[in-house]
């Protein structure tokens, strides 16, 4: 069945590390969403996409993280480099924009951890 | 101000009871509503939307809207312990493009 799926599923890393995070959106969809969840913030929005253009980045630290989508099958978040407060679960959701529902669909997500 | 509030809980109903999660939001902008459920662990996942004023039933779940008051709220007929999770509320605007999410309601439905 179709499902966003992301890698790594578990991430355990050295403060100033580089990270990279992948994205496998649902095939068909056209939006891509990038999210930081932890328990004192909640779900935060870090970009978004549509048709693999960025259209909002506003959400993320732009001094250390960077998202592209290379193609319309991988999306990548890349934290470079990497904090312990960047300790967090990052999901990747997608979806169909203009279709009605704006359903979005949320990939596992990957747990990091910054040590 | 947070642009979507939601009280955290945790709300504890009793198995059989009506349970109900309410959501207001800031900006008046705002077009989309969405309920997302997110068992521990786990990814959110769509449980109900609404667009327009008034109420959404499907199944259990009621949706309902009131964009004066910037009010969006869930009603659970029937709890059921599997229930039990953090439900999400969540605003977009035109597009669903940028979508916020509140810091959820934590819902425990006792047996």
């Known amino acids: 069945d179709a499902r966003v799926t992301q890698t790594p599923r578990h991430k355990v890393t050295e403060m100033g590390q580089e990270v990279t995070m992948r994205c496998q959106p649902i095939?068909?969809?056209?939006?891509v969403f990038w999210y930081r969840q932890t328990m004192m913030q909640g779900l935060e929005l870090l970009a978004y996409?549509?048709?693999?253009?960025?259209?909002?980045d506003s959400g993320m630290p732009k001094d250390r993280f960077s998202a592209e989508m290379p193609d319309a099958t991988l999306a990548t978040l890349k934290i470079q480099p990497s904090e312990p407060r960047d300790s967090a679960v990052y999901f990747c959701?997608?979806?169909?924009?203009?279709?009605?529902?704006?359903?979005?669909?949320f990939g596992p997500g990957t747990r990091l951890t910054v040590l | 101000q947070k642009e979507v509030e939601q009280n955290s809980g945790p709300l504890s109903v009793p198995e059989g009871a009506i349970a109900s999660l309410n959501c207001t939001y800031s900006?008046?902008?705002?077009?989309?509503f969405f309920w997302y459920r997110q068992y521990s662990g786990k990814s959110p996942e769509l449980i109900m939307f609404?667009?327009?004023?008034g109420d959404k039933e499907d199944g259990r779940f009621t949706a309902q809207l009131n964009k004066a008051s910037q009010y969006v709220s869930l009603l659970i007929r029937d709890s059921q312990p599997s229930d039990s999770a953090t439900y999400l509320c969540?605003?977009?605007?035109?597009?669903?493009?940028?979508?916020?999410f509140g810091a959820g309601t934590r819902l425990f439905v006792k047996a």
């Open positions: 996409f549509r048709n693999r253009a960025p259209l909002d």
């Open positions: 900006d008046r902008g705002s077009q989309s």
């Open positions: 959701a997608s979806g169909i924009s203009g279709q009605g529902t704006d359903e979005q669909f």
């Open positions: 095939l068909g969809h056209n939006t």
């Open positions: 609404i667009y327009s004023n």
């Open positions: 969540a605003v977009a605007f035109t597009g669903g493009f940028k979508t916020i």
